[in-house]
């Protein structure tokens, strides 16, 4: 049981206009949520967290909002450009931290249209 | 800066043979972990550490064993090779408490098991 889940497996947008990756969950103890940004060949980097007391966190192009009533998060990335084309996984955890292990969705691949 | 170093990037390996792959940080994290990506899967957590001494089992542990006998090291025991474990694996390392959740991953082991 995918406990979550990033439904779309590959997003295409134009460059210059917003990017928003979906992410759902299942679990009701995850109270962390984070977003990796993946290149082929390379480890994933963490791009954006957000605790579960909050519902909105904010870092430069990218903006990670929580619903937790939903259980649904996304990511927006404002404006597009060329080199936010990657895999972006989203992934949860229910200890401050992620020190027992994230669960990760299985990725949205984002490709950045010039 | 090193980060998280991981050895080999690419083996292959015979059905049945054994191997170790190998992980080290030089930032003194106390959390470290092994995740496998396979495709359409996502990360899937292996075992994972809090500390010398300690380890525990993840989602998908079978096959795998895992030790820690200092801060710095987590190797991964592949006891008897199947094709089953062809994938791409990661370490990643992290602070115990971190405030934003995020893991420190290294560049990826690929591995194939004829």
């Known amino acids: 049981d995918q406990q979550v889940k990033q439904n779309s497996p590959s997003l295409s947008v134009q460059e210059g206009r917003i990017s928003i990756l979906n992410c759902d969950y299942t679990?009701?103890?995850?109270?962390?949520f984070l977003w990796y940004k993946k290149y082929p060949a390379e480890g994933p980097t963490f791009l954006i967290s957000i605790s579960s007391i909050k519902d909105k966190n904010e870092d430069g192009r990218f903006t990670v909002f929580l619903n937790k009533s939903a259980k649904h998060l996304s990511l927006h990335i404002v404006p597009s450009q060329p080199g936010d084309s990657a895999v972006y996984f989203c992934a949860a955890s229910d200890i401050t931290g992620g020190a027992d292990g994230l669960t990760f969705g299985k990725g949205t691949h984002l490709i950045i249209q010039p | 800066n090193a980060g998280v170093t991981q050895t080999p990037k690419f083996q292959v390996l015979k059905t049945g043979q054994s191997m170790t792959l190998q992980c080290a940080q030089d930032m003194n994290h106390e959390y470290m972990s092994w995740y496998r990506q396979d495709p359409g899967m996502g990360l899937r957590l292996i075992h994972y550490s809090v500390g010398a001494g300690i380890t525990d089992q993840g989602e998908v542990p079978n096959g795998y064993n895992v030790s820690r006998s200092t801060t710095e090291d987590f190797p991964l025991r592949l006891l008897s090779a199947a094709p089953s474990q062809t994938s791409v694996y990661f370490c990643?390392?992290?602070?115990?408490?971190?405030?934003?959740?995020?893991?420190?991953f290294g560049e990826g082991s690929r591995l194939t098991v004829l």
């Open positions: 679990n009701s103890m995850f109270d962390y």
């Open positions: 990643a390392s992290s602070y115990r408490n971190t405030n934003t959740g995020e893991l420190f």
